[in-house]
Each structure stands twice: as structure tokens, then as C-alpha cells.
């Protein structure tokens, strides 16, 4: 983010959410939540990026602590107490990642013997693997920015732990398939079938993680993704990722900018062709979502976080389209290139959609007020992308003096 007339807008809609979620001044309760956590960790450290304000960051690294502290461990009305890995205090505050994070959803979760209620089921906790993909991407940015790697560790953890737990096979000789959402202690699931974008944020995400332990350490060994990366590939060859959903739109953008950032180090990233699947995808989704009337109506009748979402993916387009233009080598094939270059003149979507939720009016509407923390962070993201979505951050300075990096210390 550079100085412009949208800096006080992420300033305040960050600093605002701090306040209301029991972040700043931290709260005994507070309220996390992990899909907009996860985006509002990559914002306090895209505001320490651009200010250099050292409370963002701060900010970063406590929210950090309050997801791990609360979302690691079981809900208060649950009768089992702790860490959900079941480690003891002193070993879960260590490893906070090894038992996977809840959702946070208002209500408990559903028991086995309970009917299932499809109602019901968006509003009760468990484990999503495409809230835990966003997490792991946020540790990743922390990992980054910090220059410390127990973040990016914790990451692996819960890479680890997700994979065991949601991916299965019903026949060895078929690729393997998810379970879409689990229980607390992963050791059920909660809805069976697969999500449709899962494998893919799975099989990105974890190669980010594993591009960050070669740069960190060039050392593997203790984090062995191997079998991950592979099975999550299998589970996304030959498939088709359109969709109309203006989030799933920008959930591929950000999906296919982060591929083209692997493999533009040259390391051996092997995308099996993923990249360009990806942005012809998303050139389908948009003619779909656009021919649908997507973005007229009110407020009122309006989803804020899921058109955000997309503006923050059409971010990504500029971001793509200047590093192909740096990069002349052949890890970028033609069709890749024409295929961004078809996709570039969506760009503007991004303002508009920005302007229309930065009218105070639309912001009063029932479906804003309804999914406020979501709304207020997707917007600052939006405004300030570049933390979710650019994979290197220079560090602004040493990691270990401040308090949540004592404990990462403890761990390596």
C-alpha cells in the first residue's frame, strides 16, 4: 500500500475491528473467528509495511496469539478443556497448530448421534480445511515479515494435521477425495463431501509452505510435505475450478497469482499446468457472474465479503501482469500470457465494487451490519492488498524483541 486517499480507511477499519473482536484492548472473550482473522493478520503487517508503525505489527503478532490461544483450544461451554491436539499446556502453547484450529462459529458443534440439520450446520463449529488453507497462508505472511520460521513451522503443523484428517480414499486405485468439514477434534466429519476449491487452496497453499522452508532453512527434512503436495496434485489434475461465486472468482486470482510467484523462482515448482487452468477460470466465472447482473441491486440485497473478495483476486491481475512482463523465460507459456492479458480489462471491477462498500449508506444496510468483521476486513484488504497477496515481505526488524516471538523461540 502506498500513501493515498485510502490509507486512513485501512487505518480505521483495522483499528476498528481490533476494538470490537476484543483484539486492542484484549479481551478475556474475545471474538475470533478464523476466516477473517486470517486476512486481518495479513493487513495489521501490510500496515506496518507502508507506516512503520510498530503497533500494527504488534497487532499482528497478538492476533496471532488470541487465535491460537482460542481457537486452539476447546469452546467454554464444551466439557472438554485445553488444547484440542490434547497436549498439555506448556507443549500446545509450543505447538498451537498440532490439533488443527475451530471455525468459530456461535454454536457447538453437532455430536455424532445428532441429526444432521443443513440450517443448522453453517451456524455450529468444527474445522473447515479451507478456513485452516487461510491460516496457514497467514503464518506464511508472518514467517515473511518477521524473518522468524516457527510461524512458517506452525504452518507445517497444521498442514500435517489437516491432511491426515480430512483427506481419505474410498478406493486406492481413484484419487483421494476431502471431507469438506470436520469435527473439533477432527475425529469425525461433520459433512462429508468435498468442497469444490478445497484440493486446490490445499495443494497452493502447501507448496507456499514448503517454498518458505527452503528459503528460511534449505533444510526439509523435519517437514517432509512430500506426500501432500502429491496427493493434493492428483486431486487437482483434470479439473474444472469455474465458478459464478464472485469469492470463488477471487479466490482463483489469488490462487493463480500466487503460482505465477513460485514459478517465477525458478526452483523447480512444477504447477502441472495449474496456472493457466486457473486464469481461464476465472475468465469464465467472471462472464458467468457478470451476465447473472452481478453487482447491481442494494445493499441490502448484497453480499460485501464475497464481492470484496473478488476485488482483492482482481488485485492480483496488475500484480501477474507486471511480472510477465519482467520475466521473458519459458516457465511462462503464451497461453498463459494471452489468457492474463484477456482477464486485464476486469481491473476496474476492483474500484467499483470498493467505492460502492465505502458509501457510508451502504455500509448501514442489514446485510453489512449482519457480517460486519468480515465486511470491514475484506474492505480493508481490498484497499490494501498487497499483504495477502505479494509472498515476500522485508522485515522491518528483528523478530525476537517483541513477546510473541519469545514463545516462537521456545519452540524451535
Known amino acids: 500500500m502506498q500513501a493515498g486517499a485510502h490509507d486512513t480507511e485501512v487505518s480505521d477499519l483495522m483499528e476498528r475491528f481490533a476494538h470490537k473482536t476484543g483484539l486492542s484492548p484484549s479481551s478475556q472473550r474475545p471474538q475470533r473467528y478464523l476466516w477473517t482473522d486470517a486476512f486481518a493478520v495479513c493487513n495489521y503487517l501490510q500496515l506496518h509495511n507502508c507506516t512503520g508503525d510498530q503497533k500494527y505489527r504488534q497487532l499482528a503478532l497478538d492476533l496471532v496469539d488470541q487465535v491460537h490461544e482460542t481457537l486452539g483450544k476447546h469452546r467454554e461451554d464444551d466439557p472438554r478443556a485445553g488444547w484440542i491436539s490434547g497436549l498439555e499446556e506448556t507443549v500446545g502453547r509450543r505447538r498451537p497448530t498440532a490439533g488443527g484450529l475451530r471455525i468459530g462459529k456461535t454454536l457447538g458443534e453437532r455430536k455424532r448421534d445428532q441429526p444432521y440439520d443443513e440450517h443448522l450446520e453453517w451456524e455450529r463449529d468444527g474445522q473447515y480445511y479451507h478456513y485452516l488453507t487461510k491460516w496457514m497462508h497467514a503464518l506464511h505472511q508472518m514467517s515473511a515479515a518477521t524473518g522468524h520460521p516457527t510461524f512458517n513451522q506452525w504452518g507445517c503443523e497444521l498442514t500435517k494435521t489437516a491432511h ?12 483421494k477425495r476431502m471431507y469438506w468439514k470436520m469435527s473439533v477434534d477432527l475425529s469425525y466429519p461433520l459433512v462429508a463431501s468435498m468442497g469444490h476449491h478445497d484440493p486446490l ?34 486431486m487437482c ?171 516462537a523461540k521456545e519452540s524451535t
Open 201 to 234: 487452496d490445499g495443494f497452493v497453499t502447501i507448496n507456499e509452505i514448503h517454498r518458505q522452508l527452503l528459503h528460511q532453512s534449505g533444510d526439509v527434512t523435519q517437514f517432509d510435505l512430500t506426500r501432500e503436495i502429491s496427493d493434493l496434485a492428483q
Open 164 to 175: 491426515r484428517a480430512f483427506v481419505h480414499s474410498l478406493r486406492s486405485e481413484v484419487p
Open 237 to 407: 489434475r483434470h479439473t474444472n475450478w469455474t465458478t459464478g461465486d464472485p469469492l470463488g472468482i477471487g479466490g482463483l486470482l489469488f490462487d493463480a497469482c500466487r503460482v505465477l510467484q513460485m514459478k517465477a523462482d525458478h526452483n523447480g515448482f512444477n504447477d502441472h499446468g495449474l496456472l493457466a487452468a486457473l486464469l481461464e477460470s476465472a475468465f469464465a466465472g467472471l462472464e458467468i457472474f457478470l451476465a447473472r447482473g452481478g453487482l447491481a441491486g442494494s445493499a441490502g440485497d448484497r453480499f460485501a465479503f464475497r464481492e470484496l473478495g473478488l476485488a482483492v483476486g482482481l488485485h492480483a491481475l496488475p500484480i501477474m501482469c507486471s511480472m510477465l512482463k519482467r520475466d521473458r523465460s519459458t516457465a511462462f507459456s503464451v497461453t498463459t500470457r494471452s489468457r492474463l492479458e484477456r482477464l486485464m480489462p476486469n481491473v476496474p471491477l476492483e474500484e467499483r465494487i470498493e467505492t460502492f462498500w465505502l458509501a457510508p449508506a451502504n455500509r448501514r444496510s442489514k446485510n453489512w451490519q449482519a457480517h460486519e468483521d468480515i465486511n470491514m476486513v475484506l474492505l480493508a484488504t481490498s484497499l490494501a492488498p498487497e499483504g495477502f497477496l505479494t509472498l515476500d515481505a522485508t522485515p522491518h526488524s528483528q523478530a525476537t524483541e517483541i513477546g510473541t516471538m519469545e514463545g
